[in-house]
């Protein structure tokens, strides 16, 4: 096996690993509005921070589309691009919403995308 093709494999399988450390995890944030919206950002922020901590690696690069309502049941979808350009998806929901404070659940796909190209 060529090594860049090797290297690419351990990413994809990272990432892959990634899902299945982070099944079920959860997290909160709180906001300061009166119906409670967290920024794509700072959603995207609090996840990768989340994903470092559980995976004990680097931050990795999460996007989220949107901003998430601080209302119960609500879903996003956000990605974590690897180092390889592979993608991973993450479905992020809200579990409840207190004095502002949007709890929420996360989880990682079971499968990672290849790169593109």
Known sequence: MPKFRRSAAITAVSAA??????????????????????SADKLASTLSAKLAAATGRPKP??????????????????????????????TVKVTSVDDGKIN???KADDKASPAAG
């Open 61 to 90: 690069d999460v996007t989220c589309p949107e901003d998430l309502k601080g209302k119960v049941g609500t879903t996003t979808r956000c990605t974590l691009t690897a180092d390889d350009g592979s993608t991973l998806g993450i």
């Open 104 to 106: 929420f659940d996360f």
């Open 17 to 38: 690993a990634v899902g299945t450390l982070l099944s079920g995890c959860s997290a909160s944030v709180s906001v300061g509005e009166s119906t409670p919206k967290l």
